[in-house]
Structures are given as C-alpha cells and as structure tokens.
C-alpha cells in the first residue's frame, strides 16, 4: 500500500541519515536524501514528495528557512513537513509549526513513534486532499471545475514568472455539443460529456489540471512544457476524442476545437493568457472545428 508514497529526507549527517533509512526499512516507502536545504528544495520541486522529512540544523541554511521557501510555494501547501531533529527548545518546535511544519520529533524518540507520526500526517494528507477533491470537482462530469482551474491558471502564471517556466492554457470545445441536449436529448447528452470527461482526464498527465469548462467545453492546464511538445500532445488528444466510439450511444461522434495559449512572462495577467486560447478556440471553431489554433508570442497559428 506505501509503494507509491515518496518520502523526501534532508539530512547532513551521514549516520544519522543511514539511521533514519534503517529505521523506515520495510515500510514500502520510496525515500529520498538530500544533504543540505538547497539541494532538498530543488529535490522537492522535481520530486514532489508526500512527505518530508527535515533537520533543523543543515550546512548551508537551516531547516526553518528550507521550510519557509517550501511552504511559499502552493504546490507544497499540502506536503507534511516533519522537523526530526536533535534539538528539544520548545522555542525551535513552536517556530517549526509557526512555519507551517506539521510535527516535530526529537532524534531520540522510539521507532514506533516515528512510524506512528509518519501514517498519522499521510493519512491526514490522504483525507484534506479527498475533501479537497470533492469541493473542487464539477458534479456532472467528475473533473475539476471552473472556478478551480481559474485559481490554479492564476498560480501557474505566478510561478511561470517566478522561474521563467514553459506552460500553456488550451480550452477545448466539443464540435457542436452545445446543441447536443436538443438533438439527443439532456440525458444522451450528459452521458457523453462525462465519457469525453473521462477521456480527457486519461489523456492527461498527473501534473495536468483539465477542468469542465461550460457547457460543451473543457480547459486544460498543461504545465513544464514547451509549444512543440504542447502542440504534439493536444493532437493527440484531438484524435483521441475523434476515435472514440461512446458506450451507450454509438451513433453519436465528438470531434474537438482546440485553442492553445503558451504562456509569456512579460504577458499581462493570467486572464489575458484565457482570453487568448478562448479567442484561438473560436477560431478553430469557425475554421470548421476538429483543428488546433496556438497563440504564441504575438502570433496566431
């Protein structure tokens, strides 16, 4: 059950760092190490871990401060940060949660007690990220909806300028499916949108967020990926759903308008870049549908 949970360990000392991997030998887990904060950032944000394991006392900067730059940065709002480390101040713990860390354990503690503390923030994450899912999901198609695909669009546009990173926002429009409820009938319809639902959040990676969008529509947020590899992959979608053969209603065909909006830091805010793949998707609409549109750098393709 724990194979696929990833536990990140900053840890300088090379004893205590091995104590720490016989410790949690034989639980599943994958672990990771760092031997200092900066390197453990950078492993966060390329690893994503479930969970981090941090001392307080590292080479370069100190744990408080690898906690802090952390828990700046949305993608590790929910990521438990357990301070394990030989420092007892109750002064050091309370400035750890102050943090945002979610627990802090002395070096000294029993087994037991690190294993138990350990499952305890999982399984916590594990049931925030399930109530978080069904507050954010769309009740007809099971994706996320609306109003969370604008919040992540706002948070990958902040971090796009922050690390000048490659990503793009596509909104696609089912050819024709606004008229779907009066040619087939609401039910007809509405079971083929969640199939297509179901389509596109398979089509996607786990770092994706596709979203119900309106009625007929979906949005896409495809992120650490430049234009050739966005365009390359929403053709692929695009002939996904073109392919596809709907279980209950087989007469029945989707195709797709695709419009494309790559992400610019020096581009105004994250509305603009929406507006733009909204303004591409009508034009592959208009062109006869079934076609992919990019808006990239001041230029319409």
């Known amino acids: 059950m724990n194979g696929a949970v990833k536990i990140l360990i900053v840890e300088d000392t090379a004893a205590d760092l091995e104590a720490l991997r016989q410790k949690l030998a034989g639980t599943g887990y994958e672990l990771l190490a760092e031997t200092d904060g900066c390197r453990g950032i950078a492993r966060a944000e390329e690893a994503s871990p479930d969970l981090i394991i941090l001392d307080l006392l590292l080479p370069d900067i100190d744990g408080f401060e690898v906690c802090r730059r952390l828990k700046k940065n949305p993608r590790f709002d929910d990521v438990p940060i357990l301070f394990y480390t030989s420092v007892r101040s109750i002064d050091e713990k309370l400035i750890g949660l102050q943090l945002g860390a979610a627990d802090f354990l002395t070096k000294d503690a029993p087994v037991r007690e690190l ?49 000048r990173s490659f990503f793009c926002c596509a909104i696609l429009a089912v050819d024709g499916g606004s ?123």
């Open 115 to 163: 294993l138990v503390r350990i499952q305890n923030l999982l399984a916590e994450r594990r049931a925030r990220s399930e109530r978080l899912r069904q507050a954010v999901l769309d009740a007809r198609t099971s994706i996320y909806h609306r109003d969370y695909f604008l919040c992540r669009l706002a948070e990958e546009c902040a971090r796009g300028k922050r690390h």
């Open 179 to 301: 008229a779907w409820p009066e040619r087939f009938g609401p039910e007809i319809a509405e079971g083929a949108m969640q199939e297509l639902a179901v389509e596109l959040r398979a089509a996607g990676r786990q770092a994706d967020t596709v979203a119900c969008f309106g009625a007929g529509a979906f949005a896409w947020l495809f992120i650490e990926s430049p234009a050739e590899e966005a365009a390359a992959h929403f053709e692929r979608v695009r002939l996904r759903v073109s392919s596809h053969r709907f279980a209950f209603f087989q007469a029945l065909q989707a195709t797709v308008s695709i419009g494309i909006s790559m992400f610019d830091v020096g581009m105004p805010p994250a509305d603009e870049l929406l507006r733009r793949a909204e303004s591409m998707c009508a034009a592959a609409a208009a062109a006869g549908g079934n076609r992919i549109k990019i808006y990239q750098q001041g230029v319409a393709q």
